[in-house]
């Protein structure tokens, strides 16, 4: 069983690979090529930088000229806010005076725009989108907060399902995660599946890698183990089973490190420890390898 589902997630790493990659592309402005992503298509269409946590922003008039919203400092600190008048021209004079300058603020506006010049014009609202990240993992685990005399080791595998705010670099994010947890037949008849609902932060937050620190604080499971029922001093063992819904609040840190457009090899280092559930004396060795991408 442990082999097929190793096969498994080998297969599923190579198939999500696959579907990570991104209809980006390259473009060249005012002589500097960058690699830009298509947020708002419409009469008038809005490009994001993806190179830098800098967060440009294009606008695309339809003779497909495109221009940077631009909003430098003068010499005494302050935002010029050229990219107002960027937008009022692009426009033929609607209004930007209450335009920001974020991708929210922004793409409301050129969506509003759009939306006056075609009526099959159907708006994505910025600020009510949500990023959705979907990610599988495997590796090992000493159950820590379960009985375990020969601190045990067996393998596990999940997967993940991620919402954030819709921008490049999202710092606060829910998940709902599930996890099996294999039984070692010999040492350690002992399995569960886990579905649990968490917190991240990521408080390094960076293009190529993020570092961040989770919490579950919901937690269902549905478990088998072994018993030992002795009578008249000889041991008979008995399978059975459980469900045990917590708020354990089970505190866990882990890295994304970027390998493509859309896709994070992720590393967690997971259990390691929990407000509510007490540690039965082992270690945390709870390690998770896998591959997060962006629906």
Do not use: C
């Not at 866990?252 to 896709?263: P, S, T, V």
């Amino acid at each position: 069983m442990a082999v097929i589902m190793k096969k498994l997630v080998v297969v599923l790493f190579v198939f999500l690979g696959v579907l990570t990659l991104n209809a980006q592309e390259t473009y060249t402005v005012n002589g500097e090529s960058l690699i830009l992503k298509l947020k708002v298509e419409g009469t008038l269409d809005l490009l994001m930088s993806t190179d830098d946590n800098s967060y440009r922003y294009f606008i695309r008039s339809t003779n497909a000229t495109i221009t940077e919203l631009l909003n430098t400092r003068d010499d005494e600190g302050l935002f010029r806010e050229e990219y107002k008048a960027t937008l009022e021209t692009a426009t033929s004079g609607r209004s930007a005076a209450d335009v920001r300058f974020t991708y929210p603020s922004i793409s409301t506006y050129v969506e509003m725009y759009d939306e006056s010049q075609d009526e099959n014009f159907e708006a994505l609202r910025s600020k009510w989108k949500v990023q959705k990240r979907l990610s599988i993992f495997a590796g090992v685990t000493n159950s820590p907060f379960v009985t375990n005399p020969e601190n045990s080791k067996t393998p596990l595998f999940g997967a993940e399902f991620e919402l954030s705010e819709d921008r490049d670099y999202p710092r606060h994010s829910g998940f709902l995660q599930v996890r099996h947890v294999l039984e070692d037949e010999t040492d350690f008849q002992y399995s569960t599946t886990e579905i649990s609902l968490g917190y991240r932060f990521r408080f390094i937050n960076k293009k190529a890698f993020n570092i961040y620190a989770d919490v579950k604080t919901v937690t269902v499971n549905f478990s088998n183990f072994e018993v030992d029922d002795t009578l008249d001093n000889a041991p008979i063992f008995a399978k059975e089973s459980s469900t045990a819904f917590d708020v354990p609040f089970i505190f866990a840190i882990g890295a994304d490190f970027k390998i493509a457009d859309n896709g994070y090899l992720t590393l967690g280092f997971n259990q390691l420890f929990a407000v509510f559930l007490e540690n039965q004396g082992n270690f945390p060795t709870d390690v998770t390898l896998g591959y997060r991408m962006k629906l």
